[in-house]
Structure formats: C-alpha cells, structure tokens
C-alpha cells in the first residue's frame, strides 16, 4: 500500500471514530433532555462525517477506505459508548428487592444522602420489601456495591430516568 492511500485510510478511520463517538454521546444526551448540547455535537458530527464520506467517495476502488470507514464506525461505536459510560451524566432508579425478613438496605441508602421509598409486596416465595431510589448514574457501582455488603440477596435493577419538566397547568384544563 502507498504511503498516500495509508495516510488517507488512516485519516478516514480517525474520522470516523471522531463523528461517531460525538453522535454516541449526541444520542445520550438528546434522551436526557439536553437538546441544546445535542444540537451543538450534532453540527460537529456532521461536519467531520462530510470530511471523511468525501475522502471515501473521492475515489472508489479503493477497499482500504472502505476498510478504514467501517472499522472506524465501529471503533467509534465503542470507544463513544466508553465515553458516555465515564462522563455519565443523568440519574438512575434502583429498585432493590428483597425478602422481607433480610436486611434492608434503605436505611444505609439515606446514610449516605439519597431518598429512599419502601414498598411491601408479595413474591413467589413470600413476602419482599421493594426500596426504590434515584441516584446519579456515577453512584451505580457505589450503590451495588452498598447493598452487596448490606443484603447480598437482595435482587437489584438499575434504569435510566427520563427527566420531565412539569409545568402548572391552567386552571381551566384541572377542571376538565
């Protein structure tokens, strides 16, 4: 391979894992509601997307520069989803079940600051105790790691929030 069409091929993948971590982390942070930082990473992503389709389309017959533009989708794919994982911005639900007569851990969850709300339910082998709490997503692994130690069999699910802006209502739509 010529050095021209190596440093092409190589300009292309670094492209490529650039536009596409930008639109992994674009994604993320259009779901969490942060439109306008959205916006801005969607106007680079385009922009270094452009750059490299127009190297990749500039010529061809060149299979190195297809290479280098999958591989870098793929790259970046992985490399974004890293990047959003670190920075983790936004909020998760734990909800911890576990069987009444164990250990609760809501009590150790608002030691350390969070609300916790508890509800009683009834599971396939008896009674549970359901504690729900959102907490930063950068605290997930503190949070395990927390009820680990506290109930190890407890059973623990983690989602992302949604974060919703509620506004009042007009008088007349209450009435309705």
């Not at 930008?22 to 994604?27: E, K, V």
């Not at 306008?36 to 452009?50: H, K, M, N």
């Not at 079940?97 to 916790?116: C, I, M, N, Q, W």
């Not at 692994?141 to 069999?153: G, M």
């Amino acid at each position: 391979m010529e050095l021209s069409l190596f440093i092409a091929a190589l300009s292309i993948f670094a492209l490529r894992i650039l536009d596409v971590s930008i639109g992994t982390l674009r994604i993320g942070m259009l779901v969490r509601g942060h439109r306008g930082l959205a916006g801005l990473f969607s106007f680079f992503e385009s922009l270094i997307w452009l750059a490299a389709a127009a190297q990749v389309l500039s010529n061809l017959d060149s299979p190195a520069k297809f290479i280098a533009y999958a591989g870098g989708y793929a790259a970046g794919t992985m490399l974004g989803s890293t990047i959003e994982q670190w920075i983790a911005i936004g909020n998760s639900l734990v909800r911890i079940v576990s069987p009444f007569d164990s250990p609760d851990t809501s009590d150790e969850l608002r030691k350390l600051g969070y609300y916790a709300t508890v509800v009683n339910g009834s599971g396939r082998d008896g009674d549970v105790r359901i504690s729900f709490s959102v907490i930063p997503r950068k605290k997930v692994h503190e949070v395990l790691e927390l009820v680990q130690r506290v109930n190890p069999r407890a059973f623990v699910t983690f989602e992302e929030t949604t974060p919703v802006r509620v506004t009042a209502l007009p008088a007349a739509s209450l009435r309705k």
